[in-house]
């Protein structure tokens, strides 16, 4: 769906334009004016406006954001692993970011989030609804930066990713190939996005949004199976060849046990290029392959 023509393009931000924002921004260059953000600007997207600002500098960022901008997507990724990192990226960057917008009335903030904001370990079934309680600093942060979003002047919708997999994410397949998981079966669930799936269900919403559109507050963005770690990863060994398990091999997940229901995307009329893991990881199975027509 286009973004409805009108006097204008519209004018949209895409705060931390790396991997996953540098891929929304590209998709949305197509019909309007996006900028992207990022402290390396050299690293934004050809047909993206960059935008060389650190959220955490508020005096730097006042000025050089772009005025009159339409829409916020919120996209970061903590440079470290610790607390820091994450109040840092999830909400302090994010509370200097709408200072800075004071003035402005962007009609939408999207907040790219996680689904670690969910603390079920029990094989249950999550969605939006459901409760949020995460026992780790890295969800409690993102949960935190949700509610900052929420609470701002300017209407917000979060956005809960799973696992994103793809191309330029091979960290998953890379491991069972090199022997590095072998996990306990049953092993616990799993849930997943392929990297072009997470950035096609962010600009279906915002496109929606900018129409006119009602959206909802949250959605929960994954795949449409939910399936046990040690399934993907036999499934993977009888694609491709794998070496046999490593002494050091992870043995379990690292996300607790639940499965994510996607129901209210998919109510938008949102339609996954990836619907499954056997789909995005059989097309990159398929592309390591080497051409047997020569």
Known sequence: MAIEETASQPRILVAGCGALGG?????????ATVFGLRRQANKVPAGVEPVAADLLQPTQLRQTLPSDLDAVIYCLTPSQYSDQGYRDAYVTGLDNLLAALDGQNPRRLIFISSTSVYHQDDDSWVDEDSATEPA??????????EQRAHDSRIPATVVRLSGIYGPSRRRFLTAVQDGGMNPRSP???SNRIHEEDAAGAVVHLLK??????SIAPTYLVSDCEPVRLDEVVRWVQDQVPCRPPRDDARTGGRAGSKRCRNQRLQATGFRF????????YGEMIAQEKPDDAG
């Open 23 to 31: 891929r929304i921004a590209t998709l949305l260059a197509r019909d």
């Open 136 to 145: 780790r600093f890295s969800g409690q942060c993102i949960l935190e930066g």
């Open 187 to 189: 092993g616990p669930y």
């Open 208 to 213: 929606q949004a900018l129409n006119g559109d």
């Open 273 to 280: 290029r990836y619907p499954d893991f056997r789909v995005g």
